[in-house]
Structure formats: C-alpha cells, structure tokens
C-alpha cells in the first residue's frame, strides 16, 4: 500500500511538471508572434475560440463588445490608458493602436487592438489572446474597463 501511495505521488507530481512545462512553452511561444493588424480597414474578425472579443460590425454576440461611444480622442491621447492598464503599446498611427498585454504567470501574450471609426463616431476595441482556448473572460474585462476610462474623459 505504501509502495503504491508513492507511485501515485510520483506520478501526479509528474503529471503536473508536464502540465506547468506546456503552460510555459505556450506563453513563450506566445511571445513570437504580433497582432493581426486591420484587414480590410477594420479590426480582424474574432475565431471561434471564447478568447476574443471584438466590437466590429457583424462580429457575432459571443464575441461582441460595445466600441467606445462618441470619441473625439486621438489615437496618441489614448497610450496612457492601455498603459495604466498593464499594456505595452507597440504600434500607434493615425486611426490605429496595438498593445500587447503579458499574464504574470505563465507570460501569455494578449493583444489588444484599437481602430478610430471618424464616421461612426467611436474607436472599436478587438481584444483576444494569442494561443490557448480560454481566456477566462479576461479579454472582455480588458476591452470594457479600456471603454470606461476612455468614455470618463469625455
């Protein structure tokens, strides 16, 4: 019995350095890669994995987020925000921002993306993981706490 209680230890002790070893090759493999960019002038549309959010037109309403109402904020006023929320922004033009957002554990890598609409009036949020299935509704907490503060300053 004592043999077998050592075994089962050993083995649940393993299977958890495997399971910690791939949740720490993904986050560095998360590392490599960079957002996806606008396609077509607008955000790129969410997969089908529950670790996206996007506020686009047509994005379907697991996935959707309201944009940023009424926003007469330029691309360049809004760094401070993504970086008092953990963000390092990494490419600002005029009508588009990119952040990367890293997790404390593992290191994954979240990209949060930013695309002024001047004819609807509002700055769309796409906000999505870069690997794994779930993100635990991280994404949309980012995405809506990112919309309260930019829709506070106007």
């Not at 993904?26 to 077509?40: A, C, I, K, T, V």
């Not at 996935?63 to 600002?92: N, T």
């Not at 001047?118 to 993981?129: D, E, F, K, L, P």
Request: aromatic share 6%.
């Amino acid at each position: 019995m004592k043999q077998f209680i050592i075994i089962a230890l050993v083995a649940v002790l393993g299977l958890i350095l495997l399971i910690s070893g791939y949740l720490m090759l993904q986050g560095y493999l998360s590392r490599s890669d960079s957002p996806p960019g606008l396609s077509d002038g607008r955000l790129t549309p969410c997969g089908e994995k529950p670790n996206a959010v996007c506020s686009e037109t047509g994005t379907d309403t697991a996935h959707f987020v309201e944009p940023v109402g009424l926003c007469l904020l330029s691309m360049s006023s809004v760094v401070a925000d993504v970086e008092s929320l953990g963000g390092k922004v990494i490419h600002v033009e005029t009508g588009y921002l990119a952040a990367e957002f890293s997790s404390s554990v593992f290191g994954f890598v979240d990209d949060l993306e930013l695309r002024k609409d001047s004819v609807a009036g509002v700055i769309h949020i796409r906000s999505a993981s870069r690997v794994g299935y779930s993100d635990m509704g991280v994404n949309r907490k980012r995405a809506e706490q990112l919309r309260a503060l930019l829709e506070g300053q106007q």
